[in-house]
Each structure stands twice: as C-alpha cells, then as structure tokens.
C-alpha cells in the first residue's frame, strides 16, 4: 500500500492505478478505524478493481465545543489495517493541503440537511459536503462507499452527487453498507472509545430501546408517544439527554407523523457522559 499525502502524487498514483481501464472506489474516513470501517473496505474490494481510502480529520465538519483536537489520529495502526485489507492507495493529506490560505468554498445540500444532526451541529453537513466533493474531486473514483451509521450524512453526499453530477456517469454508485454492530447490539464508532465502562454498559440500551420503539410502530402504536417514551427510557437507563429520536422518510428524510408506504427510518441521538452517539434502523413501511 502507498501512502501519499501530496495532491500530485496522488493524481501519478491514481493514474497508475487506472492504468489498463481499472476501476477505482474511495472509502472516505477521518481514521480512527473499527472494523465499521474494514467492512467498508471489504464492500469496496468486491465492486472495484482498487480501493483507494482517505484519511482526514476535517476540521471544518466540528463545531466549537466539538471534539475536533481530541479526536484519535492513529495513523500507523490505521494505515497497517488499510494495509492488511488490501487497499492500494491512502490518501493522507495534511489540513494545510486540503484548506490552503484563502480556502473559501463551502457546499450547502439544502433540506436533506436541514433537521437532525443538522440541526443540533450547525454547518456539519456543509463541512462534510465540503470536503467529500474535495475527495471526490482529488480522487475521481468510479464509486464511493460510506456507512449506513451515518444515514443522514448518506443521504446528504447522495444528494450533493447527484446534483453536481460528481458520479456520472455512475449515478448511484454512492454505496450505503449497513452498520456493524458490538456484539451488544451499540453501532460501531470510533467514539466509542470515550466511553468509560459504565457508559459503554449503558450505551447498548441505545440500540434495544431503539428496536422496541419500532416494533411498537411496525404494530400500529402511535408515534409521539412511542417516540417520547423511548427518550424517556433512555434517559432512565443512563443517558444525560437525547438531542433527537425521530422518525423520518428514510431518502427524504422528512419527518413523519405517521408511517406511510415509502421505507421509514428512526433516527437517535443522544448524549451518554460526554459523548454523543447517533443510530439509525429501518423501520417497514404500514402495508
Ligand atoms: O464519516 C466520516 O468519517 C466523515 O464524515 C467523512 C465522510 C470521512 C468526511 O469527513
């Protein structure tokens, strides 16, 4: 695997990789890796000829307060992970290359933005936008793959692509792989190393609360209610507040009062400590 951290290089070394009509997919990450991002990887292999990951801790997709400083950099046992996973290219890029002096450019995905984590973490979505397109750009894959975990983020780099014709002519080659899961049900993330061990104990109600809260719907129950008596368990069994736990048209992420014939997701955030965790599961359309 080579690593290179230069725009330059990275075009030379994407061009050799071409060579011979190759294809090419980008898994974007910010390291930190679990096997969360291995799967994405794996899914990756099976559909292009090369992988090609990217590490980045952007800062401009953290808020003030946010964890930008604090976030893990392990960058030689992320990389030896890449490595033994088969990846041909890490693109490694220092802040200075990817936001040089003067960088003035920001992309706003109106709407699929808009609620959620958009709304708890002002500009997120338009520095994720931002810097996915820069990838996008510096890489020029055939395709893309990211996590389910981060289902609102999916459907906002959907939208971006589609509308700035990043992909074509492989219009949905935006892959979505589902999210890997502890053995305990919680989704993997790289932020869940900040869990003490009560927290991490805790933390595995995020996921169970979340499955009864759907199947009371999937069985006709009402929504509000259902909603706020999840938050209410939640916040019960350990977590110090739930920034949001909701129900929305799973591709528009419009929210929903009632389940309608379209795929539906719940989606949750909420604080455990000093640590925000967000999930989301599918929850079936009424038939
Ligand atoms: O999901 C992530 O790790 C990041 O938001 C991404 C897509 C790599 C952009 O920085």
Same mark, same amino acid.
């Given at each position: 695997m080579q690593t290179v951290a230069k725009l330059d290089l990275l075009r030379k070394s994407i061009a050799a990789l071409r060579k011979d009509g190759k294809t090419v997919a980008l898994v974007p990450t910010m390291g930190a890796l679990h096997d969360g991002h291995l799967t994405l990887v794996r899914a990756a292999k099976e559909r292009a000829d090369h992988v090609v990951a990217s590490i980045f801790v952007n800062p401009t997709q953290f808020g003030e307060g946010e964890d930008l400083d604090a976030y893990p950099r392990p960058l030689a046992e992320d990389s030896a992970a890449l490595k033994a996973e088969g990846v041909a290219l890490l693109w490694a890029p220092e802040v200075a290359a990817m936001y040089?002096?003067? #960088?003035a450019t920001s992309i706003a995905v109106e709407g699929v933005s808009s609620g959620f984590c958009g709304a708890s973490r002002p500009g997120h979505f338009d520095g994720v936008a931002t810097v996915v397109c820069k990838l996008f750009n510096q890489v020029r894959p055939d395709m893309a793959v990211f996590g389910e975990k981060d289902w609102q983020q999916l459907a906002v780099i959907r939208r971006m692509a589609r509308d700035l014709n990043l992909m074509q002519p492989f219009a949905d080659d935006i892959v979505g792989v589902e999210t890997v899961r502890e053995a305990d049900g919680l989704a993997m993330s790289s932020?869940?190393?900040? =869990? !003490?061990p009560e927290d991490r104990a805790a933390a595995a109600k995020l996921p169970r609360e979340m499955r009864e809260a759907i199947a009371r719907i999937e069985d006709g129950q009402d929504i509000r209610p259902t909603l706020a008596a999840l938050e209410d368990a939640l916040v019960s069994g350990? #977590? +110090? !507040?739930?920034d949001y736990a909701d129900l929305a048209d +799973?591709? !528009? =992420?419009e929210r929903l009062g009632e389940l309608g014939k379209n795929p539906a997701r719940l989606l949750v955030a909420a604080r455990i400590g000093s640590t925000r965790l967000i999930d989301n599961m599918a929850v079936r359309p009424a038939s």
């Open positions: 040089p002096e003067g #960088f932020r869940n190393r900040y =869990l !003490s350990g #977590f +110090a !507040s739930v +799973a591709a !528009s =992420l």
